[in-house]
Structures are given as C-alpha cells and as structure tokens.
Nanobody, 126 residues
Framework: QVQLVESGGGLVQAGGSLRLSCAAS????????LGWFRQAPGKEREFVAA????????YCGDSVTGRFTISRDNAKNTVYLQMNSLKPGDTAVYFC???????????????????WGQGTQVTVSS
C-alpha cells in the first residue's frame, strides 16, 4: 500500500510560480510511475503530467506543456511539479497518483493509477 501526501499549493498571482511536492511511503518508489492530475469545480479530472519510475521519460498535458515540469527524486521518495507562468485557468485541486508498472513508461490517463493523494489546492488570481 502506497501513501501519497501532496504539499506546496496556495494562492499565487497570474504569471507566478509554485512547486508542488508529493511524498510517497509504503513501497519501492522507483517501481512506480507518478502522475499529477487536477480537478476544477464542475470539471472532470484532467491529466497534467507524468513521469516513469526512473525519471527517464516525462509527459505533459497540452494545456501545461512549456509551463509545467515534472521531476522526481527517488532517493527522497518525492515527485515534484514545477508550475511557471500560472494562469487563472490553472486553478484546481492538484492530485498526485502512483501506478506500479515497468520502469520506462507512465500512463497519461487516470484509470491505471492505483494510489492517490488527498490533493492540494492551487488558486491563481488574475
């Protein structure tokens, strides 16, 4: 059983930056692909970014490509989401998710992810 705890959310002005962290426990961290998803009120959960178990391959959603970067530190059992040039449309609850899978791929849809954090609120003001 993997536990995920997100942190780093908050209120930021448009154009600003935030870095989210997700600390994992309960499993061999490098065996898991990690993903970030977000959900705004009244909207479906949206894929943001994912990274494979070794950190060799990353994937980003179309709406955040060029602004958000996902990374991981397997020594610290932590995955990060660096968010730059934030827009009001980025306002959402951001969730970290983990999926046990082979080392060089990561899913870009929510279905395969087995473990989820409780989420952290990101609010971008205009």
């Amino acid at each position: 059983q993997v536990q995920l705890v997100e942190s780093g959310g908050g209120l930021v002005q448009a154009g600003g930056s935030l870095r989210l962290s997700c600390a994992a426990s309960g499993g061999t961290f490098s065996n898991y692909a990690l993903g970030w998803f977000r959900q705004a009120p009244g909207k479906e959960r949206e894929f943001v970014a994912a990274i494979d178990g070794l950190g060799a391959n990353t994937y980003c959603g179309d709406s955040v490509t060029g602004r958000f970067t996902i990374s991981r530190d397997n020594a610290k059992n932590t995955v990060y989401l660096q968010m730059n040039s934030l827009k009001p449309g980025d306002t959402a609850v951001y969730f970290c998710a983990a999926e046990r899978r082979g080392p060089l791929t990561a899913a870009t849809t929510a279905g395969p992810y087995e473990y989820w954090g409780q989420g952290t609120q990101v609010t971008v003001s205009s």
